[in-house]
Each structure stands twice: as C-alpha cells, then as structure tokens.
C-alpha cells in the first residue's frame, strides 16, 4: 500500500509563490508517474500536472508557464513551484502515484 503526504499549501497573495512536496512510501517512487491535481469547490477535480519516471512533464491548459514538476527520486518526492498564482488557483491540491494513489491533499488559498 503506497501512502502520499502533501504539504506546503496555505495562505498566499495574488501573484505570490508556494511550493508544494507530496512524500511517497515505497520502493518503487522511481519508475512511478507522479500527478499533481486539484480540487475547488464546487468544481471537479482537474489535472495540474505530471511527471514520468524519465522526468518527462505536462501541464494543464490553465498553467500556462507559471507551474513547475519535479522529482527527488532519492527522497521519494515529487514537487510543485507555484508561481504567479491567482485567485482562481484556491483549490486543495492532491497528489497521485499513478492515478490509483492518493494522498489527503492540501489547501491552496489565494486571498488579498
């Protein structure tokens, strides 16, 4: 059973940064693909981002430059910078080992 711990969310200013870390146990995390979505109220769950085992990305339309993936294999980490964020980017944000994974997810809040 794979276990994703998410932190890094809060409070944060329009055009402000935070950058999210999801730990994964196991010893598989370096041939995993990693996803990063979220959630807003109301709203259905949408993907953020990815990451394969070979580093490769993709982002959802939204992004448009202001996200960055990344991994730490030998911590079992995947990372997500997060700059420029905007009011519609408050939503919890969960991380996925595969999509079949979860963890608990975090708040994102961009609030002035």
């Known amino acids: 059973q794979v276990q994703l711990v998410e932190s890094g969310g809060g409070l944060v200013q329009p055009g402000g940064s935070l950058k999210l870390s999801c730990v994964a146990s196991?010893?598989?995390?370096?041939?995993?693909?990693m996803y990063w979505y979220r959630q807003a109220p109301g709203k259905q769950r949408e993907l953020v981002a990815v990451?394969?085992?070979?580093?490769?990305?993709n982002y959802g339309a939204f992004v448009r430059g202001r996200f960055t993936i990344s991994r730490d294999n030998a911590k079992n980490t995947v990372f997500l910078q997060m700059n420029s964020l905007k009011f519609e980017d408050t939503a919890v944000y969960f991380c996925s080992q595969g999509s079949v994974y979860w963890g608990q997810g975090t708040q994102v809040t961009v609030s002035s």
């Open positions: 196991g010893s598989a995390f370096s041939i995993q693909t």
């Open positions: 990451i394969t085992s070979n580093s490769r990305t």
